[in-house]
């Protein structure tokens, strides 16, 4: 239903499932595929499928994606060739929340982004993905209080390299220094949670000191042990 040309859909025009006659595809055509601006509708639903830009027959510039069986809005952004690519936002299919805001690469989370909590959409991690994991400069908030937990080098989602890290309750610095596999490993500073003073600055492995270090008094700040 719609405009033709040298015997090709072009123009505006609808196309229709061939089994059940519900709605396919409302939109423009260039020499028999979809190009343009464009919706697409799910043949089990009916329900809307996508909405937005197409260069031949495929997802192709900005567009929004639908679930198919509530119609709820999963995704908003770029696309390149059917898979999420550019700038974009996806929701959570259950409560509808944001739960990623940045950059994608075939389908999956590259680049700089926001990762938020699908029940509450607090944000958990702002910083660089790669491979749809934390991977680089990164910023990690404890989920109930939005609180900076944890702020430096990321790898596969776990804290790798150099790092900060942020006491739950008052949101006092507790470690400065290098991090492996989620662990204090290398050189760092700890500090006390109640008075925020310089507690160990040395050498780590694995959580633990080992290594040449120092130990200071967390009340007075003086010098208890150095070796």
């Known amino acids: 239903d719609g405009e033709w040309e040298n015997g090709m859909y072009n123009g505006q025009g609808k196309s229709y499932y061939v089994k059940t006659g519900k709605l396919k595809y ?5 020499n028999g595929m979809y190009n343009g601006q464009g919706k697409s509708y799910y043949v089990k639903t009916g ?7 197409w260069e031949n027959g495929m997802y192709n510039g900005q567009g929004k994606s639908y679930y198919v069986e509530t119609g709820k809005l999963i995704y908003d952004g770029e696309w390149e060739n059917d898979m999420k690519n550019g700038q974009g936002k996806s929701y959570n299919i259950e409560t509808g929340k ?4 940045g950059e994608w690469k075939n389908d999956i989370a590259n680049g700089q982004g926001q990762d938020f909590i699908a029940e509450t ?4 991690y702002d910083g660089k993905f790669k491979n749809g994991m ?14 900076l937990r944890y702020d430096g080098e990321f790898k596969n989602d776990i804290a790798n390299g150099q790092g900060k890290y942020y006491d739950a309750e008052t949101g006092k610095l507790r470690y400065d ?27 780590w492995k694995n959580g633990m000191y080992n290594g040449q270090g120092k130990c200071y008094d967390v009340e007075t700040g003086k010098l208890r042990y150095d070796g």
């Not at 809307?48 to 830009?53: Q, R, S, V």
């Open 121 to 124: 959409g607090k944000l958990r």
């Open 177 to 203: 220094g290098e991090w492996k596999n989620g662990m204090y490993n290398g050189q760092g500073k700890c500090y006390a949670a109640e008075t925020g003073k310089l507690k160990y600055d040395g050498e």
């Open 26 to 30: 409302d939109g423009e055509w260039e």
């Open 47 to 53: 329900k809307l499928k996508y909405d937005g830009e």
């Open 98 to 101: 944001l739960i990623y805001d």
């Open 134 to 147: 934390y991977n680089g400069e990164g910023k990690l908030y404890y989920d109930d209080t939005v609180k």
